[in-house]
C-alpha cells in the first residue's frame, strides 16, 4: 500500500488517492511521511493530496478526518517522538476544504506560530505562516492575534520566510501591512512556490506585487459600506 500511494502521490493522481483513502482510512497516515519527502515536489503533492483525501472521507466518516488532525497535531509536539516538520501544512490544506466541519481547528491552526517554542521556530516558521495564509480569510479574525508575528517574519533573513509572510498578508486582506513596506517590491530573494502540482521558484518582490494585486481590505472601507 505505501508504494502505491507514494506512485499516486509522485504523479499527482489526486482523485485516485481519494478513492483509495474512502475505503481504508490508513491512506491518511500513509500520507503523512510523504510530507516530509527530501523531493519538494513529492512533499507539497503529499500535502495537497491529504487535503482532497480528508475531504472525501470526510463526507461519510468525518470522525477519522477529525481523528488524523488530532493526530497531526500530536506530531507537532516533541513528545511525539517524530516531529512532523509540514504538519502545520497539511491541518490548514484539510481545514480549507472542509471548514463547516473543522473550522474550530482554525484559531488552533493560526496561533501555533505564538504558542512554539522560540529554538523551534526555525524550522516551523514558514510552515505556519503558510498554514495562516491558506485559510486565508477563515482565518482572518484569528489571525489579528499573531499578525506582529507573521510581519516581523518580513525582516527574517531566510527569503522563503520573507516571500511566504508577504503572501500571506496578501491572503488575509492587510493591505495596510503590506503597503507600508514598498521597499519588499525590490527583494530579490528566492522563494519556492507550489502552484498547480509544480514547485516554482519565484522572487520576493513579485510576490509582494500579486499580494497587493489581489488583496481585499480586512474591513471595507468607509465609501464602500
Known sequence: MKRVVRALVEERRLDEVAALAETNTRVLGLLVPLTFDPDTRVAWRAVEAMGVAAERVAGADPGAVREHLRRLFWLLSEESGGICWRAPEAMAEIVSRCPELFGDYVP??????????????????????????????????????????????????????????????????????????????????????????EVLRTRVGRLYERALEGAVPEEPSAATR
Open 108 to 197: 488552533v491552526i493560526v496561533h501555533l506560530i505564538a504558542e512554539t517554542a522560540e529554538e523551534d521556530l526555525a524550522h516551523f516558521r514558514r510552515g505556519m505562516i503558510w498554514a495562516i495564509g491558506r485559510l486565508g480569510p477563515l482565518a482572518r479574525q484569528d489571525a489579528s492575534d499573531v499578525l506582529e508575528s507573521v510581519t516581523s517574519a518580513l525582516e527574517d533573513s531566510d527569503a522563503q520566510v520573507r516571500g511566504v509572510a508577504v503572501w500571506c498578508l496578501g491572503r488575509l486582506g492587510r493591505v495596510a501591512e503590506l503597503a507600508v513596506r514598498p521597499d519588499l517590491a525590490h527583494d530579490q530573494g528566492t522563494v519556492e512556490v507550489y502552484e498547480e502540482g
